[in-house]
């Protein structure tokens, strides 16, 4: 902060007074030269010239200054302060060069192109698609271990180093007012002023939904496979529990791709409902999934089974036959959004009744 030093001696002339030899005077009160040059005897920062501003607007010095006079010139320094920084900035940015000019996918980006932002960060230019950039702060507001919320300071991928809270200021005026994205979490973040703790704090039960979501809809194919097998045996132990015939049995050779597309939702409630908070809102959630899946193996109780299909050709004499065993799969089941729809009647419709069209 020697600069900020230099422009208090400039503006407040501390070096002229009273007690100097070829002292003159220059309009400046003598109590408020010595106010700022005990504290040019400190060492100033951002956060305690803030400090010296409220202290000194409690200090017994401040009594024989005219009203506001500290005010005023404590403002001027700083405007100029800040002038001065804001032509730095500028004149660094102009020099630096762009480091990265594609984007995630290795596509080239033109500085000036829609949703295009350009980052002035560690003294050199990042081009990034806006889509792309909030890809970037979702993962880090959102990192979890075992659904854990641990939000994460958000890095520049090119350098690892985070940002700082001036680019991130930047980034969201860019998002907020030249695209058409909508960041739920990156703006609520901006609303807490970029403070992780308050974020934590304040969002965490969405943040355990985005986990979840990641966790469901990102995990390798392996990870789902195994997660959907433990849900499946939790749901077989819970009906013989209740003494229930319903069993769900996959093949070890069904589809995994298609155990995973059909199965997914259901994965999405189950885990859901093991990390919700309240007691009321859990059992109720194990219920509605419970409900579904029940629903799932009601409408075909041989789901995942293996088929055997012969077919008949004819050889090319005509006159014997070959027969080909195919393999099949039972894949045969409800559509999970028409189930949800009957969750949410279920809630309901103990209220009214609907007319029969027919």
Excluded: W
Aim: hydrophobic share 40%.
């Amino acid at each position: 902060m020697a600069t900020y030093s230099l422009i208090i001696k400039n503006i407040i002339n501390t070096e002229n007074t009273i007690f100097s030899v070829n002292y003159k005077p220059d309009g400046i009160d003598n109590n408020l030269k010595i106010i700022f040059t005990i504290f040019l005897t400190k060492k100033i920062n951002i956060l305690n010239k803030y400090i010296f501003f409220n202290e000194t607007l409690e200090s017994f010095l401040i009594k024989n200054i005219k009203e506001n006079e500290f005010i005023n010139y404590f403002c001027k320094i700083q405007k100029v302060y800040n002038v001065l920084n804001k032509l730095i900035y500028l004149y660094k940015y102009k020099k630096a060069k762009i480091i990265v000019n594609t984007d995630m996918g290795l596509n080239n980006l033109n500085i000036n192109g829609k949703n295009v932002i350009c980052v002035f960060h560690n003294n050199s230019k990042y081009l990034f698609h806006s889509n792309d950039l909030i890809n970037i702060i979702n993962s880090s507001l959102t990192y979890s271990q075992y659904f854990f919320c641990q939000p994460q300071n958000i890095k520049n991928p090119y350098n690892n180093i985070p940002f700082n809270k001036s680019t991130l200021y930047n980034i969201y005026f860019f998002i907020r007012y030249k695209t058409d994205y909508y960041p739920e979490l990156f703006f609520k973040f901006f609303k807490l002023d970029f403070n992780l703790s308050l974020f934590k704090k304040k969002y965490e039960k969405i943040l355990i939904n985005y986990s979840i979501n990641n966790f469901v809809y990102k995990s390798p194919a392996n990870i789902l496979v195994d997660e959907i097998n433990d849900m499946i045996d939790y749901f077989n132990t819970q009906c013989r529990i209740q003494r229930l015939k319903n069993k769900i049995s996959i093949d070890a050779d069904f589809p995994k791709n298609k155990l995973i597309k059909i199965m997914r939702p259901y994965l999405l409630m189950y885990i859901a409902a093991e990390h919700v908070y309240i007691q009321y809102s859990r059992s109720n959630t194990f219920f509605l999934f419970e409900k579904s899946l029940l629903m799932f193996n009601i409408f075909n109780p041989q789901f995942g089974k293996k088929k055997y299909k012969f077919l008949k050709k004819n050889t090319n004499d005509f006159n014997t036959y070959i027969y080909e065993k195919i393999i099949e799969f039972d894949e045969r089941h409800i559509p999970f959004y028409n189930k949800c729809k009957n969750n949410f009647l279920f809630l309901t419709d103990h209220l009214s009744y609907e007319e029969d069209d027919s």
